[in-house]
T-cell receptor
Framework: EADIYQTPRYLVIGTGKKITLECSQT?????MYWYQQDPGMELHLIHY???????EKGDLSSESTVSRIRTEHFPLTLESARPSHTSQYLC?????????????FGSGTRLTVV | GENVEQHPSTLSVQEGDSAVIKCTYS??????FPWYKQELGKGPQLIID?????GEKKDQRIAVTLNKTAKHFSLHITETQPEDSAVYFC????????????FGTGTRLKVLA
């Protein structure tokens, strides 16, 4: 059973709409991440957070924004969706206080912008 | 910058045969190497990991080996089964205090019944 939850699982939305992808974890992890996965499978880090009120941009430039007001919640927002935003978005969390400290991933949100 | 190369990108094996996926990392200070399995419609799941003070680790049918000198690490799956069919990712830690990993580009494994 998942300890990190992403909603919605699938989303089809029109160009120009504002959307928020939700990510919540119940493990008390302080570190959370958003990855964009392209059809070629590669994972690209777009945002990460090391704790409440901490957010950083990742390696891949993204027009999305994130917030971290609560430890367990790390939503990603697109102010104006475009077809180029069509992708799979994966949320992950981790902590360095437990062993092993690999990421725990959510099931993902598959976004299609038409 | 740091990178992780992963080969092959696709791999087909007969059920019961072994499968090997290889990764090479660039950051000599990396000290933690997880492997993830991603099934269709799901997020990646950690299946095995290895730290830099260990050369090999085994968990039932899967094993990982690490050669720090050559900066290579590999995933070995023995007695493959159809349910092993998935995309596999290797990753290496970045030890610059950023708590991030660099992922390989993925290997799509197909186990033929």
């Amino acid at each position: 059973e998942a300890d990190i939850y992403q909603t919605p699982r699938y989303l089809v939305i029109g160009t120009g709409k504002k959307i928020t992808l939700e990510c919540s974890q119940t493990m008390g992890h302080d570190k959370m991440y958003w990855y964009q996965q392209d059809p070629g499978m590669e994972l690209h880090l777009i945002h990460y957070s090391y704790g409440v009120n901490s957010t950083e941009k990742g390696d891949l430039s993204s027009e999305s924004t994130v917030s971290r007001i609560r430890t367990e919640h790390f939503p990603l927002t697109l102010e104006s969706a475009r077809p180029s935003h069509t992708s799979q978005y994966l949320c992950a969390s981790s902590t360095l206080t437990e062993i092993p400290y690999g990421y725990t991933f959510g099931s993902g949100t598959r976004l299609t912008v038409v | 910058g740091e990178n992780v190369e992963q080969h092959p990108s696709t791999l087909s094996v007969q059920e019961g045969d072994s499968a090997v996926i290889k990764c090479t990392y660039s950051d000599s200070a990396s000290n933690y190497f997880p492997w993830y399995k991603q099934e269709l419609g799901k997020g990646p799941q950690l299946i095995i990991d290895i730290r830099s003070n260990v050369g090999e680790k085994k968990d039932q049918r899967i094993a990982v080996t690490l050669n720090k000198t050559a900066k290579h690490f590999s995933l070995h799956i023995t007695e493959t089964q159809p349910e092993d069919s998935a995309v596999y990712f290797c990753a290496a830690s970045i030890t610059s205090g950023t708590y991030k990993y660099i992922f390989g580009t993925g290997t799509r494994l197909k186990v033929l019944a």
